[in-house]
């Protein structure tokens, strides 16, 4: 954990631009889950609107549900990016709200034949999930589910048929099955929910926020946080979502 890096900030709003007086710091540190492709973009938006207030950050991956835990606890400053709410479970944690990426939601299986409309859709079947995966979570709530800790086990999961469909972020999902020698057997079958994703600050970094705020909405408007996406899912997967 950085030490505190905020004596004070006056945000003054001049021309459009924002001056933060008696900043001091070091570097801030967040929490990310480990094997997500998707952060890629995430990081780098953040990376950038950090660079503007002075402050080098670095990214730490872990487990899903141990990167919550410990952006929660103030053991590192913030999560790089989640889901919108998850404020409710996690009370030491404060929401920027400007979206900073978005995720989707899809379903993979060696099915061709299987279209999935919606999370009823999945009732009948074993369902596989990483843990701390929020969406994927609630979404399946009460239904049959199996966890794994990362994505090149959930994709060996449906491999070799210990669930009948898996539940994952469209890029994370792609990637894992390009990665895996296997992963020629699946394919996608259908979309569920579209998610946008914010950054999260631990509750000891509250004066930030109105100024990381400002920051963050100045690079959604001038449409660097889209292009920063769009550069990152080239980079990854070679194309373009559904």
């Known amino acids: 954990m950085t030490s505190r890096i905020i004596l004070g900030f006056a945000s003054l709003l001049l021309g459009g631009a924002i001056f933060a007086e008696s900043v001091l710091t070091d570097r801030m540190t967040f929490s990310t889950l480990s094997d997500s492709m998707d952060v890629t973009a995430s990081e780098k938006v953040l990376q950038e609107a950090y660079k503007t207030l002075g402050i080098e950050i670095s990214v730490e991956t872990l487990p899903a549900a141990e990167a919550l835990r410990r952006a929660n606890e103030g053991e590192v400053d913030g999560e790089v990016q989640r889901i919108d709410g998850i404020t409710k479970q996690y009370s030491h944690l404060i929401q920027i709200p400007i979206p900073i990426n978005y995720i989707q939601g899809a379903v993979f299986s060696k099915r061709t034949d299987l279209k999935i409309l919606g999370w009823h859709s999945l009732k009948p079947f074993r369902i596989g999930l990483v843990k701390g995966v929020l969406f994927a979570e609630k979404g399946t709530s009460g ?33 894992a099955i390009k990665n895996h020698p296997q992963g020629a057997q699946l394919h996608t079958n259908g979309i569920l929910e579209t998610y946008l994703l914010y950054h999260y600050l631990n509750e000891e970094h509250e004066d930030l926020v109105p100024i990381v705020t400002k920051v963050l909405k100045g690079l959604l408007l001038d449409g660097t946080i889209p ?4 550069e990152a899912l080239r980079e990854l997967v070679g194309e373009t979502e559904p």
Do not use: C, F, Q, W
Request: hydrophobic residues 45%; proline residues 3%.
């Open 143 to 175: 239904m049959n589910t199996v966890t794994t800790s990362d994505y090149r086990s959930l994709v060996d999961l449906v491999i070799h048929d210990e669930v009948d469909v898996i539940v994952a972020p469209y890029i994370n999902g792609l990637v």
């Open 227 to 230: 292009r920063i996406r769009k």
